[in-house]
C-alpha cells in the first residue's frame, strides 16, 4: 500500500494554521508532536457522548466509559505487541513510567553492592530516578559511553554488566537520533542476570515497537510524542514483574482492601494506577496509536528514513563545512532527530531566527545534559521530523538558516 | 512579529563578538557565583573585586547566546567602578526595564543605563528575557556571596 503523505499532513489542522501570513513549519516533534483531527474528534466526541468515571459506578454511562478506556488500553497493547493489555500501567508520561520503575521495582532490589548499567545518550527521564534511588540505597551507577559517530561503544558492555541488576537505555536518542541495537541490549542485560529497562519515549512514535521480538522486561513510553494527547503515557512490563513489585503511589483504584491496620493492592494494571487517571486523554492516546496503525509504523519509519536522508544531504549540499549533524550518518540507525551546529551561531540564536521565518526547532539542553558534556556543548539546535513533514519542510529550514548568517556576519 | 533588527542591535553582536572584561579572578579575594538558565543549559560565572564597597574589578566566564553574552559583557563595562549600592540600583533598573517586577520602590540611586539601552528590543521577545537578565541575576548572587577569607 503507498500512503499518500499530503493526506496524512492534511490530518493536522495545526499546519494549517499561519502566523504572520505564513505557513507553520513544526521541526520539533522530539519534544512533542502535533495531533490529527482523528484524534481531537475522539476526545471530543468522548467528552459529548460518554465521559462518566471509570471502575467506580454501577450506572451504564460509567459502564460505556469504562469499557471505552479498556479498549483503548488494548489498543496500546497491541500497538506495541504487548501480550497482555493488563501488562499496560497508565502513567503520566514516559518520565512517570521510569520513576515507577526505578521506585517499586528498583526500590525492592536493589542496595549496597548492586550495579545499574545506564547509557550517555540518556534523557533526564532515565538517569534521574536512578540517581536519586542510589543516593538513597546505595548502589553503584555505570555509563556505557558513546562512538565518536554518537552510538554506543559496546566495546566494555560484558564488563559493564558483570553483576548489574539493571540495564536502563534508550531505545532512540532525543538528540542524536542514535538507534541502538535494543534486541542485542537486552540480551547482553538478560546473559548477565540483569532485567532490561528500555527508554521507548523517541522509538515507538517512529518505528515498529515490539516488546516481545525485543524480549525486555520494561518499556516506557509517551502518549504526548506519538501524535496523542499529552498527560498520559505507558509502561509496559513483564507481569511475573509488575506483580511481585511493591505499588507506587498509594490511594483509591490500586487497592483491594483497606482496614484500619492495612491495606491489600488490586490486581495489575490497577496496583499501579491510583486515583483518578486522565480519562480523556487515555481516550486520546488510544486513538493516537490507532490512527498510527492505520498509516502502518513500517511506512512511517520509511518515510522519516527517506526524509532524514533528504535533509542531511540538503544541509549539507547547501552548507557544507558550516554544518555539523550530529549522530550516526547512516540513517538505517538513526531516527529523524537532527542536532545541527551551524557555523558557531549559538543554537539560541539560531532558534530566534528560524522562528523569523515559523520553523519552529528546539535550542537547549534537551534534558540530556550528561550527553551535553560528552559532546563538548552547553546546547544544540534540533530539527525533528514526524510523518506530517516533507520535502517543504526541509527546504524551509535550509532557507530560513541562511539569515543566521546575514545576522551574524558571515 | 517585532523585526530581529529590535533584538540583534549593532551594540549587541558587538559586545557579542568581542566580549568584554573575559577571565576569571582569583577566589578568594575575590567572590563569585554561577548562573544557569536551565532552558537552553548556558552557564556563566561571575567574579567581582569589591574594595570598600566599590566593585573595583569584574570578570565573566562561560558561554552563551549572544544575547546572554552581550548583556554579561554591557553588565561588566557598567558595573566596574561603581559602588555596591549603585550597582544594585542598576541591577533593578535594569531588571525593570527588562519589564520583571522589581517592587514598588524605585531604585534608591539613579544610575544611567547608557548602552544598556540597547537590550531593550529583548522585552518584545519575552522568550529571551532570561537570556538577558541570567548575568545580572548572577550578578546579585556574586555580591550576596559570602566573603571569601583567605584561611
Ligand atoms: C528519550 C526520552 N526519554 C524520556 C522522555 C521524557 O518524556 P516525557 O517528558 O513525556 O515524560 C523524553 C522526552 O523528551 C525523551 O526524549
Known sequence: MTIDWDTVRA????????????????????????????VIEAMDDFLRTSYAPINRSAYRLAGEATDRFESARASVARFVNAPSADEIVFTKNAT??????????????????????????????????????????????????????????????????????????????????????????????????????VDACQFTPHNVTDVQAWDADFVAFSSHKMCGPSGVGALWGRMELLDAMPPYIGGGNMIADVRLDGFTTAPVPAKFEAGT???????????????????????????????????????????????????PDNVEVRGGVLSFKFRDIHPHDISQVLD??????????????????????????????????????????????????????? | MPGLEDLYREIILDHYRSPRNRGELPVPPARHAEGHNPLCGD??????????????????????????????????AAVKGKTVPEVRSLVKKFKGMMSIDTGDDPPSIDVPLGDLEALQGVVKFPVRIKCATLAWNTLLEALDAPIPSDT
Not at chain 1, 519542510?393 to 530560513?400: K, W
Not at chain 2, 569589591?50 to 561588566?76: E, F, L, N, R, T
Open chain 1, 356 to 410: 523569523q521565518h515559523n520553523v519552529c526547532v528546539r535550542a537547549g539542553h534537551h534534558c540530556a545534559k550528561p550527553l551535553m558534556r560528552v559532546l563538548g556543548v552547553n546546547a544544540t539546535a534540533r530539527a525533528s521530523l514526524y510523518l506530517y513533514n516533507d520535502r517543504s519542510d526541509i527546504d524551509a529550514l535550509a532557507d530560513a538558516l541562511d539569515g543566521a548568517s546575514d545576522i551574524f556576519g558571515f
Open chain 1, 96 to 197: 512517570e513510567a521510569l520513576n515507577l520503575v526505578a521506585a517499586s521495582w528498583g526500590g525492592a532490589n536493589l542496595g549496597p553492592g548492586d550495579a545499574v548499567v545506564l547509557t550517555h545518550l540518556e534523557h533526564h527521564a532515565n538517569i534521574v530516578p536512578w540517581q536519586m534511588l542510589a543516593a538513597k540505597q546505595g548502589f553503584e551507577l555505570r555509563w556505557v559511553p558513546l562512538t565518536t559517530d554518537g552510538q554506543l561503544d559496546l566495546t566494555d558492555l560484558d564488563r559493564l554488566l558483570t553483576g548489574a541488576k539493571a540495564f536502563a537505555f534508550t531505545a532512540m536518542s532525543n538528540v542524536l537520533g542514535t538507534i541502538p541495537p535494543v534486541t542485542h541490549l537486552v540480551s547482553a542485560a538478560h546473559d548477565a542476570g540483569a532485567v532490561a529497562i
Open chain 2, 43 to 76: 552557564e556563566i560565572t561571575i567574579y567581582l573585586s569589591v574594595d570598600d564597597d566599590v566593585v573595583s574589578d569584574v570578570k565573566v566566564a562561560g558561554q552563551g547566546c549572544s544575547i546572554s553574552q552581550s548583556s554579561a559583557s554591557m553588565m561588566s
Open chain 1, 11 to 38: 490530518d493536522f489542522p495545526i499546519l494549517r494554521r499561519e502566523i504572520d501570513g505564513a505557513p507553520i513549519v513544526y521541526l520539533d516533534s522530539g519534544n512533542t508532536s502535533q495531533k490529527p483531527r482523528q
Open chain 1, 277 to 327: 487517571p486522565p480519562i480523556v486523554e487515555v481516550i486520546g492516546f488510544g486513538a493516537a496509536v490507532e490512527y498510527l496503525e492505520s498509516i502502518g509504523m513500517a511506512a512511517v519509519r520509511q518515510h522519516e528514513i527517506e526524509l532524514t536522508r533528504y535533509a542531511i544531504d540538503t544541509l549539507g549540499e547547501r552548507y557544507g563545512d558550516d554544518i555539523t549533524i550530529q549522530g
